[in-house]
């Protein structure tokens, strides 16, 4: 079963002292899984919880924290909830100066795979990403400070949100890539002072064909 984008969504925080972030998205689908990407700043606070419909989801990676503080989190959650819009609620481990961030749902998608990170002061944002399964996704999430993202995805990303916290100061965009075959990907934005990076796989879920043989099977013994 091929991965496919169900939907997408994003938030900005409300500035210094900010302990959480809450916001809606809506999953429909078979096979889904929701990624979401939370960029913090802040000298020692980290992402302590994410829940979608009050389900805890999985801390996949977070960046070390590079200049500014900036420091950006994956979360996941496999089969979460539909029928309606459902919070995504990120909970800090303390107060935090600036929040952004956003979550894409996937249907097709299966277990999570290889991930990676990095952090740089100048320069455009890039990590290397190896896959270890064949069409699998790419989910990734960037953090700087006073720079603007939007339409600088590297080549063959999807760039799915871009936020700008409440004084403009930190950026935060997400983006997807498909893959054809398990080797090494590279996952850019263009332009950037400070900033952090996040990469993670997600596998295709296994195309179910034990049914059709078995179909086949009797067609051949008829008669």
């Known amino acids: 079963m091929a991965i496919?984008?169900?939907?997408?969504?994003?938030?900005?925080?409300?500035?210094?002292?900010?302990?959480?972030?809450?916001?809606?998205?809506?999953?429909?689908?078979?096979?889904?899984?929701?990624?979401?990407?939370?960029?913090?700043?802040?000298?020692?606070?980290?992402?302590?919880?994410?829940?979608?419909?009050?389900?805890?989801?999985?801390d996949v990676v977070a960046s070390a924290r590079g200049g500014?503080?900036?420091?950006?989190?994956?979360?996941?959650l496999a089969a979460p909830d539909t029928g309606g819009a459902f919070n995504?609620?990120?909970?800090?481990?303390?107060?935090?100066?600036?929040?952004?961030?956003?979550?894409?749902?996937?249907?097709?998608?299966?277990?999570?795979?290889?991930?990676?990170?990095?952090?740089?002061?100048?320069?455009?944002?890039?990590?290397?990403?190896?896959?270890t399964a064949v069409n699998s996704w790419i989910f990734s999430i960037v953090g700087g400070g006073n720079?603007?993202?939007?339409?600088?995805?590297?080549?063959?990303?999807?760039?799915?949100?871009?936020?700008?916290?409440?004084?403009?100061s930190q950026d935060c965009a997400g983006s997807t890539q498909t893959t054809t075959s398990i080797t090494s990907y590279t996952q850019s934005w263009g332009g950037g002072q400070t900033w952090d990076i996040a990469s993670a796989e997600v596998t295709p879920a296994a195309v179910a064909t034990a049914g059709k043989f078995a179909s086949n099977l009797g067609l051949m013994n008829v008669g």
């Open 4 to 58: 496919a984008v169900d939907a997408s969504s994003s938030h900005a925080g409300a500035g210094a002292g900010t302990g959480s972030l809450t916001w809606a998205h809506t999953c429909t689908g078979s096979n889904l899984r929701l990624m979401v990407g939370v960029a913090i700043v802040h000298t020692t606070a980290t992402v302590s919880g994410v829940t979608y419909n009050s389900d805890a989801m999985t």
């Open 68 to 76: 500014d503080n900036h420091i950006v989190h994956i979360w996941t």
């Open 88 to 131: 995504i609620v990120a909970t800090f481990s303390e107060n935090v100066s600036l929040c952004d961030a956003g979550a894409v749902s996937l249907t097709g998608a299966s277990v999570m795979g290889a991930t990676n990170t990095a952090v740089g002061s100048a320069g455009s944002p890039s990590v290397a990403l190896t896959t």
């Open 147 to 168: 720079t603007d993202f939007s339409g600088t995805t590297g080549t063959n990303q999807t760039e799915r949100w871009v936020r700008l916290d409440y004084s403009g």
